[in-house]
């Protein structure tokens, strides 16, 4: 089924630790994107890629960074976890380039529990 | 700043009709989304409008008021299914999407 697998599904880390959130997509979207989604919050953008090869700073990407080397996969890595990384982090996709055409399509969630 | 404001919690039953409303003061306008999510799942497309009135796609509708920073998500014939969040998000002039929190809608039989 075509659409996108984020990796690991759930985890529990350590503070201080280093972390990489996995995203791959299938569908040969141009543009990805990186949430996090917090109780009571509307989803908020971390990281974006318009294409492969270049990234964008989001709403909140202090703590954060990601890479586009092609075009199907758009890691996220913590450097050095914190509490209050603790969140589910959503990878999503969109045809086109940016956020131009709307409509994302998002993978099943990451829940990350920094302890 | 920008905001999205949609209440956090509503009640309807099986059979019913509800009214989702969504708020919204933004840095421009360049479209109005509405999401759904599942418990635990990923959010899912339901709806896009740029243009004032109203969008009708099966059970669900949605109606935007541009002059009045205004939306709503209307759902016909209500489903136990339709038991979720629905998010409302507003693409400003940067074509950045802005979200708001959800509104959490339980379905009573």
């Known amino acids: 089924i075509a659409g996108i697998t984020q990796a690991p599904t759930s985890q529990i880390l350590a503070a201080g630790r280093r972390m990489t959130l996995r995203c791959t997509q299938d569908m040969r979207h141009n543009a990805m994107y990186w949430y996090r989604q917090d109780l009571g919050l509307g989803l908020r953008l971390i990281h974006y890629?318009?294409?492969?090869?270049?990234?964008g700073k989001g709403e909140v990407p202090d703590g954060y960074s990601v890479s586009r080397a092609n075009t199907d996969d758009f890691p996220l890595t913590l450097a050095s976890a914190v509490p209050s990384q603790t969140s589910v982090y959503f990878c999503a996709s969109s045809e086109g380039t940016g956020h131009l055409t709307g409509e994302l399509f998002f993978g099943e969630g990451s829940r990350l529990t920094v302890l | 700043g920008q905001n999205i404001d949609q209440p956090t919690e509503m009640t309807a039953t099986e059979g019913a009709i509800v009214q989702i409303n969504c708020t919204y003061q933004t840095s421009g306008f360049n479209g109005l989304f509405w999401y759904q999510q599942h418990a635990g799942e990923a959010p899912t497309f339901l709806s896009y409008?740029?243009l004032d009135g109203l969008e009708e796609k099966g059970r669900f509708s949605s109606f935007l008021s541009r002059s009045k920073g205004y939306s709503y998500l209307l759902l016909k014939e209500l489903q136990m299914k339709d038991s979720a969040s629905y998010l409302c998000a507003v693409m400003d002039s940067n074509y950045q999407l802005i979200w708001g929190a959800g509104t959490k809608l339980i379905i009573k039989p």
């Open positions: 890629s318009n294409t492969a090869g270049t990234t």
């Open positions: 409008n740029v």
